[in-house]
C-alpha cells in the first residue's frame, strides 16, 4: 500500500527556520518526483516545490524562492523542506505528495494526510 | 506563470443532479489538466487526469472533458459523498498552478 506521511510540522515564531519530512513507503521511491503542496485555513491549495527523482531538476514556486529548500534521500524514503525565514503567510497545512509522471499530465496520485505549520509570535 | 480561473466558485444541487463544473487556464496547457476531490478535513484525492481519464477506482459519474484553454468536470448524476470542494490543475508549466475551487453543496 503506498503511504506517504508528512512530520515536523509546528508553531515557530517569524523569521525562524523549520525542516519538514515525508516519509514514503509503498511503492519504489526513486522512480518518483515528489512535491509539496500547502493549503492555507480556509483557502485553496498553492504548489509550494517539487524535485525529480534523482534531485537533478527541482522547481520552487515564487513565494517561497529562495527561502525553501526541498531534498531527498532515496536511501531512506525520505523528502525534505527546509523553512527558512518564516513569514505569517507561509502558516498552512503542509501536503507532501507523489507525482506519476509514467502518465503525461503527471498528476498527484497521492498524499499525505498533512502537517501543520503556523508561523505567528 | 499559468493562471487557472474556475466557475462557478461555489453551488447548490440536489441529489441526483447533473453538475458542471468549469476551468479555464490563462494559456494552452494542451490536456494538461487534472481535478481533485476535497471533501472537508480531508486530503485531496485525484479523480481525473488528462482532461478526461477517470483515475482508477473513481465512480464513472464523473467525467472530464476539453482541451487547450478550457475544460470541464461533469458528475453525472451528484450522490451524498459528492459534496465537496473540486480543483482543476494544470501541469503543463512547472508552476502545477491549483484553480481556486468550486464547492459543491447540498441545496
Known amino acids: 500500500e503506498v503511504q506517504v506521511v508528512e512530520s515536523g510540522g509546528g508553531l515557530v515564531q517569524p523569521g525562524r527556520s523549520l525542516r519538514l519530512s515525508c516519509a514514503a513507503s509503498g511503492f519504489t521511491f526513486d522512480d518518483y518526483a515528489m512535491h509539496w503542496v500547502r493549503q492555507a485555513p480556509g483557502k485553496g491549495l498553492e504548489w509550494v516545490s517539487s524535485i525529480s527523482w534523482n534531485s537533478g531538476t527541482i522547481v520552487y514556486a515564487e513565494s517561497v524562492k529562495g527561502r525553501f529548500t526541498i531534498s531527498r534521500d532515496n536511501a531512506k524514503n525520505l523528502v525534505y523542506l527546509q523553512m527558512n525565514s518564516l513569514r505569517s503567510d507561509d502558516t498552512a497545512l503542509y501536503y507532501c505528495a507523489r507525482m506519476d509522471d509514467r502518465i503525461a499530465a503527471r498528476p498527484f496520485d497521492y498524499w499525505g494526510q498533512g502537517t501543520r505549520v503556523t508561523v505567528s509570535s | 506563470d499559468i493562471q487557472m480561473t474556475q466557475s462557478p466558485s461555489s453551488l447548490s444541487a440536489s441529489v441526483g443532479d447533473r453538475v458542471t463544473i468549469t476551468c479555464r487556464a490563462s494559456?494552452?496547457?494542451?490536456?494538461?489538466l487534472n481535478w481533485y476531490q476535497q471533501k472537508p478535513g480531508k486530503v485531496p484525492e485525484l479523480l481525473i487526469h488528462s482532461a478526461s481519464s477517470l483515475q482508477s477506482g473513481v465512480p464513472s459519474r464523473f467525467s472530464g472533458s476539453g482541451s487547450g484553454t478550457d475544460f470541464t468536470l461533469t458528475i453525472s448524476s451528484l450522490q451524498p459523498e459528492d459534496f465537496a470542494t473540486y480543483f482543476c490543475?494544470?501541469?503543463?508549466?512547472?508552476?502545477?498552478?491549483f484553480g481556486p475551487g468550486t464547492k459543491v453543496d447540498i441545496k
Open positions: 494559456q494552452f496547457i494542451s490536456s494538461y
Open positions: 490543475q494544470q501541469t503543463y508549466r512547472t508552476s502545477f498552478t
